[in-house]
Structures are given as C-alpha cells and as structure tokens.
C-alpha cells in the first residue's frame, strides 16, 4: 500500500467578517459566544449591565406617578 501526503503552510481568513456596535453605551457584563464561532443573525452576542438603565426608568416612573398625581390634584382643585 502506497500513501502519499503533503504538507503545506498557509493561512486561513474567514469569506465575511463584521463590526460589531452596541446600540447603547455601557459596560459589558457577559460575552455569549466564542472567537471564531458562526453566529446568527439576531443571535444576542453580548449582555450589557443594565443598572444604570433600571435607575433611569425608575426615575421615570417615579416623575410620571408625581406628575399623574399632581394633574389629579389640579383637577380636584378645579372643580
């Protein structure tokens, strides 16, 4: 039996490549893939802290229930 093998050098580049941006700033709490892995698309790659965000929307929630309040307080007062 007759084997025949060759031995190469090379290098490797992916057909595609992309950039990645965040649609929002903020501090990365997790990476849900690996370098190298096929992704998909809609595939969530990153898991940004969401802390000051909460903070944020909590405030709002609290300036709209002031708001909601004081708007029924102004209407009892008018009628």
């Known amino acids: 039996s007759i084997s025949q093998w060759d031995s190469f050098n090379g290098r490797i580049e992916a057909v595609e490549s992309v950039q990645l941006r965040p649609r929002v700033s903020g501090y990365i709490d997790k990476v849900n893939y690996t370098d190298g892995q096929e992704v998909k698309k809609?595939?969530?790659?990153?898991?940004?802290?969401?802390?000051?965000?909460?903070a944020a929307l909590e405030q709002a929630q609290a300036a709209l229930a002031r708001a909601k309040t004081q708007a029924s307080l102004?209407?009892?007062e008018a009628n």
Do not use: C, K
């Open 74 to 76: 102004a209407q009892s």
């Open 42 to 54: 809609g595939q969530v790659l990153f898991t940004i802290d969401d802390r000051t965000y909460r």
